[in-house]
């Protein structure tokens, strides 16, 4: 048996990682699947004999998640998040400033952000779905996609009431905001873990019956 440890991109919850560890415990030839949402660590015990490193990774990636060899920053998702909030924001102004072309563009808005902004839910709910798992992204992806399409039916007058397009922006914002706090949270506290674990000891004096002896 041979171990390896892979950094892996893109769990969003701790069903994420359920996720993956169902899909690789299926493989034939894998013993044992550690799956850490909060590490975004993957440990597989494996045999080489039947399955390979790179088959391995191929899995993970297949699943709609990044196998990565250092843990790389999400270079887009600062931008991806103000784009959302800004968006968010001009729907809800023009909402108390309607004119001719108000529900247009609050229209192209919300429809930016669904693709923008939700489109790693729907990758991840997408995946999930596949499992035969149900995530936190699901409901994400099913809340925001009813609340968009009944302000268009709304809007083109299919349905009764008045379009809210703010609604299933303001939803995937909300989410990526707490997704951000979240990311930021526990990057200081694994900082503050590393710097705890660096003040550890590694050889001690233990004085015995013969003496002092370091270990």
């Known amino acids: 048996m041979e171990s390896l440890r892979l950094n892996v991109e893109g769990m969003t919850c701790v069903n994420c990682a359920r996720a993956i560890e169902v899909y690789l415990k299926n493989l034939k030839g894998v013993a044992k699947v550690n799956v850490s949402f909060e590490l975004g660590r993957v440990i597989v015990e494996y045999d080489p004999n039947f399955i390979s490193q790179e088959d391995i990774k191929r899995v993970i990636e297949n699943s709609g998640y990044r196998v990565v060899s250092v843990r790389s920053p999400k270079s887009f998702e600062k931008q991806v998040l103000i ?27 919300a429809t930016l952000v669904q693709i923008i902004g939700g489109y790693k839910f729907y990758r991840s709910a997408y995946h999930s779905l596949k499992a035969k798992l149900g995530n936190m992204d699901v409901l994400v992806s099913l809340v925001s996609t009813s609340a968009y399409f009944y302000s268009l039916l709304s809007w083109v007058k299919i ?20 997704k951000h706090i979240e990311e930021r949270s526990k990057g200081r506290a694994l900082a503050l873990l590393k710097e705890l674990f660096a003040l550890q000891t590694s050889k001690v004096i233990v004085l015995t019956s013969k003496g002092e002896k370091e270990v």
């Open 83 to 109: 784009f959302c909030i800004l968006s968010s924001l001009t729907i809800m102004v023009l909402m108390f400033l309607p004119f001719h072309r108000s529900h247009l563009i609050q229209w192209i808005l």
């Open 159 to 178: 349905l009764p009431g008045e379009p809210f397009f703010e609604t299933s922006a303001f939803l995937i914002t909300f989410v990526r905001i707490g």
